[in-house]
């Protein structure tokens, strides 16, 4: 799915999204928000730890990963870099969980 559709995909819902690229091997500290977060892979790929339970989520074009607003987690992008789309919700929208929708979400 390129990143038109994606997008497109994501305003259907009623969200906001906005693009960001991080280059390969880029690493984010474990850290946590106060709001709900959604994130789709664009391009490349990244994978998020969630030190909490010791599991991990990784993320390939065409992922959807729903983090609820303060779960901790750290991300590594892959060797070719990433390109993610994000919006923001109010805490409390997801599930307690983080959930991953791979592909066709």
């Known amino acids: 799915m390129t990143r038109d559709a ?5 305003r259907a819902e009623g969200l906001d999204p906005y ?3 991080n280059g390969p091997g880029d690493v ?8 709900d977060k959604v994130l789709v ?7 998020f730890g969630l030190p909490a339970t010791g ?18 987690h750290e991300a590594f992008v892959g060797p070719s870099g990433v390109t993610c789309l994000e919006a923001h919700l109010p805490a409390g ?12 979400w």
């Open 41 to 47: 892979c664009a391009a490349g790929s990244i994978r």
């Open 19 to 21: 693009p960001w690229s």
């Open 55 to 72: 599991g991990h989520v990784g993320l390939a074009e065409g992922d959807r990963l729903d983090l609820p607003a303060g779960t901790r």
């Open 28 to 35: 984010y500290a474990p850290h946590e928000h106060g709001f």
């Open 93 to 104: 929208t997801h599930a307690s969980l983080a959930r991953r929708a791979a592909g066709e």
């Open 6 to 10: 994606l997008l497109t995909r994501l």
